[in-house]
Every structure is written in C-alpha cells, then in structure tokens.
C-alpha cells in the first residue's frame, strides 16, 4: 500500500508529548505545514549531493561501529552543536545496517536518508526558525490562573522528513523504514500500519 505523507507525518504527530492538547481540527494543519517547510528547504539547498552539503557547511561526520542507543530508544544518527558552533552528526553503521536489510535497502541509502534528516535539523538551528517555533503553540494546563503554552517538537521531525524525501527524490517519508523495521523485529504488531491507518482516516481523514 502506498502510504501518503500526511499519514506519514500524523504518525509522527502522535508521538509529540502534547498531542492531546492538539485541536483535533488543527492537526492536519500541523502536518501539512511541517511538510512545506521540509520540502521547501530541500528546494534551496545549492547542491544535490549529501556529503558536499556537508563540506559546505563544515559539519563532522563521525561514524560509530556498534548500534547506538540512549535509555530505551535506538539510535541510528544525530546531531550535536559543539562549542562556537562545531557541528557533528554522529551515525551507528550497525543500526543503519539493521534498517537498510529490513527495508530492502542498501547500506548506502539508508546512510544517505539518515544524514539528509540531520542536515535538515542543522539547517533548521542555522538557517531558520525551529519548526515547532514557527507553528502555532498549544494551550498547557493553567497554574494559579497563568495560561501556559507549548510548542509540538515532533513537527521538525515530520519537516525533517519531508527534507530527506524531496532532497533525495524518495518515494515516501522515509519514517516508513522505521515502522517496517519494527514489524520485522516483532516490535510491533504485523498489521500495526493497517490498524494506524484506519485511526489516521477516522480522525484526519486525507483530503
């Protein structure tokens, strides 16, 4: 089944901690502008190959053998601002070669998606305004009649993304490879997307 990235980026949604304060009627909105913001950086950059945009912007790319792991969540790369402004995207070469066999990838594409996604959440600290600063805040709990907001942190991960497919003309948000990886490793469920699609058109619906 082809899954479109609306219901890609929804599932990103629902792991944000303040989805819930979401309006239910605003959450496509959410979606669809975190996806503009990702393609529409993916369109300005100057140059079509990863590792120069890399060069270009002076970030280190170091490469860990072993899997990566913080707590119970599995890292495959990231991306750390040093002192005066020393970038570096670390990446785990056995957690991407777990990925890429799950997902019928090779090794190098599977690279190539995760360090797209993290030039993303560099140009996004350097080049612009964090996703979820740019996009409405959220209504918190009142304490002693002070109205709190928040801001929805997994939009710059729906716009990250939404960078690695434009940037490297795939055929869905690459967030798929996740979710297929989860299901062979028995982490979730078989039919875990049929049923998330299902909860995605009765609460969102595509257009």
């Known amino acids: ?15 944000d901690l303040l989805f ?38 002076n970030i280190k790319i170091v490469k860990v053998e072993k899997s990566g792991q913080l707590f119970k969540t599995k890292l495959r790369a990231q991306f750390e601002e040093g002192p005066d402004h020393t970038e570096k995207v670390t990446y785990y070469k056995e957690s991407i070669e777990n990925l890429a066999r799950s997902g019928g990838l090779s090794y190098d594409q599977a690279l ?33 009649g002070w109205q709190r907001y928040g801001t929805i ?5 729906i716009a990250a993304n939404a960078f690695a497919k434009t940037f490297l003309k795939l055929p869905f948000l ?4 996740d979710y297929k990886y989860l299901i062979t490793t028995k982490e979730l469920p078989t039919d875990w997307l049929t049923q998330a699609y299902t909860a995605y058109q009765d609460e969102v619906g595509e257009n």
């Open 153 to 157: 942190l997994r939009t710059s991960e």
């Open 1 to 15: 089944m082809a899954y479109s990235d609306e219901f890609l980026g929804y599932l990103e949604l629902k792991q």
């Open 112 to 144: 190539k998606i995760h360090l797209a996604h993290e030039f993303f959440h560099y140009w996004e600290m350097e080049k612009a305004t964090p996703v979820n600063e740019q996009l409405a805040k959220v209504k918190l709990t009142k304490v002693f």
């Open 174 to 177: 690459p967030n798929l490879y």
């Open 20 to 57: 819930n304060k979401i309006p239910p009627e605003a959450r496509r909105s959410y979606i669809t502008q975190a996806l503009e913001i990702g393609q529409k950086a993916a369109l300005q950059v100057p140059t079509a190959s990863i590792t120069r945009l890399y060069e270009q912007a």
